[in-house]
């Protein structure tokens, strides 16, 4: 009798400098490659029937994941916030990179060299802070629980990285806003999104591609980075300051986490931001901002500080 795969029994985990990070992923992990489908006409004079056109693969796009992390009071997840922000080296201005992993019992899905493109750092108040990342990799793969291939990978040879006895979730009870050097109060949501743009290069040789007979991405260049977000606040008789006005070069800072100095730490001094106001039952302005530095580490900038 066969047996069906469920999500609630995938085990996901990375392998990053030779170890083993098991994740605590929610049910909205997501993962795919397609291929690019190419095709022309078989219709000539003498054949004037053809009128379905033949088709090939011979190339795929990178593969794509997506998965959401609860962020703890202890360290152990801190290497997906590290991936998705640090730069490989400080002379090499471009991602880490790692293999990503789904285990279920009877199959495991491999994805290679992948690259965290875009970070969502979600932060609500009196709610858990969590990071949600989607990105992408060369090649996705499957292998069947106990077969040659899967022993081959060597996972079993692997140190596992530490992780703690128990975990905490880290709670927001403490959110803090300072724009322009002013302390914004009654602030209702925040919002903030590392964008890395990333442009794959394909395989060109001839060897490769009679390999497997379809060619896939091979390495990347880091383009460009994006840090932007939103800040929304109820308006009131003292809150009016900035309403309906915008400002370059100001410093923001912000801090979501169980106190003023755990849990996302955001010290931004070069800042673009405008504001709009909203019409509701309730008015409220949303402060649409934007970072301008280039920090040679951008993890100076952005922490994630645990207890």
């Not at 056109?53 to 801190?78: C, G, T, V, W």
């Not at 100001?250 to 755990?262: C, H, R």
Request: charged share 20%; hydrophobic share 35%; with cysteine.
């Amino acid at each position: 009798m066969a047996n069906f795969n469920f999500l609630n029994n995938a085990q996901v985990f990375i392998v990053y400098n030779n170890l083993r990070y098991n994740l605590d992923v929610s049910s909205d992990i997501k993962f795919s490659q397609t291929f690019t489908d190419n095709t022309y006409p078989q219709k000539t004079l003498h054949e004037p029937k053809k009128l379905f056109e033949e088709s090939n693969i011979k190339k795929a796009n990178p593969a794509d994941f997506a998965f959401s992390l609860p962020m703890y009071e202890e360290d152990d997840l801190q290497v997906i916030f590290d991936l998705l922000v640090d730069y490989k080296s400080s002379t090499e201005f471009t991602l880490k990179t790692f293999d990503l992993y789904i285990q279920l019992p009877d199959l495991l899905y491999k994805i290679q060299k992948c690259a965290i493109i875009n970070g969502t750092f979600i932060i609500e108040k009196l709610q858990n802070l969590k990071l949600q990342v989607s990105g992408q990799g060369t090649r996705l793969s499957h292998y069947v629980v106990g077969s040659n291939d899967y022993h081959s990978l060597g996972l079993h040879n692997l140190s596992l990285a530490a992780r703690s006895a128990e975990v905490t979730p880290q709670r927001v009870d403490h959110l803090s806003v300072t724009l322009n050097n002013t302390a914004l109060d009654k602030i209702y949501k925040i919002s903030a999104e590392l964008q890395n743009d990333i442009e794959w290069n394909e395989e060109q040789t001839v060897h490769k591609a009679l390999q497997s007979g379809i060619t896939y991405p091979t390495d990347f260049t880091l383009k460009s980075r994006i840090l932007s977000g939103t800040i929304g606040q109820y308006v009131a008789t003292d809150s009016l300051s900035y309403l309906q006005s915008n400002l370059s070069q100001v410093p923001l800072v912000i801090t979501a986490g169980k106190n003023s100095t755990t849990g996302f730490q955001f010290n931004l001094q070069n800042c673009t931001f405008t504001n709009r106001n909203n019409v509701d039952r309730v008015f409220t302005q949303n402060y649409d901002w934007r970072m301008n530095d280039n920090p040679d580490d951008l993890g100076t900038k952005l922490k994630l500080n645990n207890n």
